[in-house]
């Protein structure tokens, strides 16, 4: 498939299922999915001193400084021609502007904003059941796999572990960071690309979920 979206913004708060929405989408176009909660966690378990700096906010449930995110994502962009799919960027105003004007400098605009909405209950519940593949992405809810904390991963083989930052101490931090400073980028686009924000309700199971991410995808394309 050749989507006329190349350029996708996947928002939403933490488990709302982005990751996993993202890689179905790649899969599917061929675009790539660029998580920065992915690139982060790359650099920190190779030590790097990017790592090493992120590896402060991160394990405390706050987000890294919008100079470091945008620096990691410049990285991205230079490596690579401007389609994705964004999963966890941007996560405040001041990125989301950084995103628009280097979009405007390649002469380039985002196609597509999906806003996928869960209530604080059900984020709570997946985050603290979840286990991890930190070298493949894949995620796993331990009431529903019998993957456990330090079994392969089902789909690299890579062990899987509990992120440092799915924890109670963490949580809390991470609803407060999302409300405070990611939720007012939902209110920015309102503001500058309303026609091309869409949301979703996350609560659903993920075939779901993609089945009505694929219809907003071809909607748009239609309309190409
Ligand atoms: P995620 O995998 O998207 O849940 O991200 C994990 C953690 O990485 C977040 O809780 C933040 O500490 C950090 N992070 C990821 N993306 C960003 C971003 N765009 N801006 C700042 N911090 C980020």
């Known amino acids: 498939m050749n989507p006329v979206n190349q350029r996708i913004v996947l928002l939403g708060p933490p488990a709302s299922g982005k990751g996993t929405q993202a890689d179905l989408l790649a899969g599917c ?12 966690r790359s650099e920190c378990s190779r030590g790097t001193p990017l790592g090493k700096e992120a590896d402060g906010w991160t394990s405390k449930g706050l987000l890294v400084p919008d100079e470091l995110a945008v620096r990691i994502v410049t990285a991205w962009m230079k490596e690579n021609s401007p389609r994705f799919i964004f999963d ?7 990125q989301a502007e950084y995103l628009d004007s280097s979009l405007a400098e390649l002469r380039a605009r985002l196609d597509l904003i999906v806003l996928l909405e869960l209530p604080d ?12 593949c930190l070298r493949c992405g894949a995620t796993f809810s331990t009431s529903l796999h019998d993957n456990q904390e330090g079994a392969p991963c089902p789909r690299c083989r890579a062990l899987l572990v509990r992120r440092n930052d799915d924890s109670e101490e963490a949580l809390d931090q991470r609803l407060k960071v999302y409300r405070d400073l990611t939720l007012p980028v ?34 748009k394309k239609d309309e190409g």
């Open 29 to 40: 176009f061929h675009i790539p999915h660029v998580s920065t909660g992915a690139l982060l």
């Open 88 to 94: 966890g960027f941007p996560r405040t105003v001041g």
């Open 121 to 132: 209950e059900m984020i709570r519940r997946r985050i603290l059941e979840r286990i991890s």
């Open 186 to 219: 939902v209110g920015y686009y309102e503001r500058t690309a309303p026609r091309i924000l869409q949301r979703i309700d996350a609560g659903e199971g993920s075939d779901q979920i993609f089945a009505k991410l694929l219809a907003l995808v071809a909607d």
